[in-house]
């Protein structure tokens, strides 16, 4: 079993970046994909961003690519989002989630991610 805890997130001009983090305790942290997932009231949570195990592959919404980076590293239990040239439809509540899986393509269905973190908002706004 993983905890997930969040941080990094706050206000930013649009154009600006923000690095998220995301920190595991607990057991197998090595086995496990990692996603980022954001949410806007009102709108269904959507898939920002997943990283498989080692060797690590990744996947972007076609919405952030070029502009949003995800890396791990096991051995600070930790994924990180870098975020850079954040948009205004940016704004949301971003989570990120685990699922054990031994898959080598970064594979993260939200309905299928075993442990959420509680979130950290990010905010792109003049």
């Known amino acids: 079993q993983l905890q997930l805890v969040e941080s990094g997130g706050g206000l930013v001009q649009p154009g600006g970046s923000l690095r998220l983090s995301c920190v595991a305790s607990?057991?197998?942290?090595?086995?496990?994909?990692i996603g980022w997932f954001r949410e806007v009231p009102g709108k269904e949570r959507e898939g920002v961003s997943c990283?498989?195990?080692?060797?690590?592959?990744?996947n972007y919404a076609d919405s952030v690519k070029g502009r949003f980076t995800i890396s791990r590293d096991n051995s600070k239990h930790s994924v990180f989002l870098q975020m850079d040239n954040l948009l205004p439809e940016d704004t949301a509540v971003y989570y990120c989630?685990?699922?054990?899986?031994?898959?080598?393509?970064?594979?993260?269905?939200?309905?299928?991610?075993?442990?959420w973190g509680t979130g950290t908002r990010v905010t792109a706004s003049s």
């Open positions: 989630a685990a699922r054990r899986s031994y898959a080598y393509e970064a594979n993260c269905p939200q309905a299928d991610m075993h442990f």
């Open positions: 990283i498989s195990t080692h060797p690590t592959k990744t």
């Open positions: 607990g057991f197998g942290f090595g086995y496990y994909h």
